[in-house]
T-cell receptor
Framework: QQQVKQSPQSLIVQKGGISIINCAYE??????FPWYQQFPGKGPALLIA?????SEKKEGRFTISFNKSAKQFSLHIMDSQPGDSATYFC??????????FGPGTRLSVLP | DSGVTQTPKHLITATGQRVTLRCSPRSGDLSVYWYQQSLDQGLQFLIQYYNGEERAKGNILERFSAQQFPDLHSELNLSSLELGDSALYFC?????????????FGPGTRLTVL
């Protein structure tokens, strides 16, 4: 119930391509869905987040698509760059508490 | 730099020992979160404090405890350490711990239990 599933585990994309990472959840009480980016040796940093009453949110090259009925959400990185190479985590929380993270996706963008 | 500081950066200790990890939140942030990141378990939420009071508890073992002090810094105490406790421990802070507050993560403390 509390789990957030994330796929793929790893992803290799050519520079300029689109990176897509998918997440799924079970608990319909979740009301906040952030994505975090983590570089080696650093803590996770908030990338973009969405509420369940919104189907899409775009910030620069990063877009979250949210499908409430399917309980799925995804991160799209347009025009992927080598500097985007990092581990990406989706997460879900209820009322700002009890954050549950997906297992992470290691993205490599080839130059 | 997120503005969240954690000490020490690295900690090596033996099984059965007790350690204390320290976190200073960003200036003005009232809420502190603790997370454990390991290769097999991913990023696990442990506990959240808001202005000195425990607000939410996640997958925190009974051997672990935390507190947030009046100056808002927080400490995570890990006792009777086991090999499986080896992990990265992150602290994060947010303004009020509200529904859509951004959590800012510190650089982490790498704990190695030998």
């Amino acid at each position: 119930q509390q789990q957030v599933k994330q796929s793929p585990q790893s992803l290799i994309v050519q520079k300029g391509g689109i990176s897509i990472i998918n997440c799924a959840y079970e608990n319909t009480a979740f009301d906040y869905f952030p994505w975090y980016q983590q570089f080696p040796g650093k803590g996770p940093a908030l990338l973009i987040a969405i509420r369940p009453d919104v189907s899409e949110k775009k910030e620069g090259r990063f877009t979250i698509s949210f499908n409430k009925s399917a309980k799925q959400f995804s991160l799209h990185i347009m025009d992927s760059q080598p500097g985007d190479s990092a581990t990406y985590f989706c997460a879900a929380s209820m009322h700002g508490q009890n954050f549950v993270f997906g297992p992470g996706t290691r993205l490599s963008v080839l130059p | 730099d997120s503005g969240v500081t954690q000490t020490p950066k690295h900690l090596i200790t033996a099984t059965g020992q007790r350690v204390t990890l320290r976190c200073s939140p960003r200036s003005g942030d009232l809420s502190v979160y603790w997370y454990q990141q390991s290769l097999d378990q991913g990023l696990q939420f442990l506990i959240q404090y808001y202005n000195g009071e425990e607000r939410a508890k996640g997958n925190i073992l009974e051997r672990f405890s935390a507190q947030q002090f009046p100056d808002l810094h927080s400490e995570l105490n890990l006792s009777s350490l086991e090999l499986g406790d080896s992990a990265l421990y992150f602290c994060a802070s947010s303004v009020a711990g509200g529904r859509q507050d951004t959590q800012y993560f510190g650089p982490g403390t790498r704990l190695t239990v030998l």
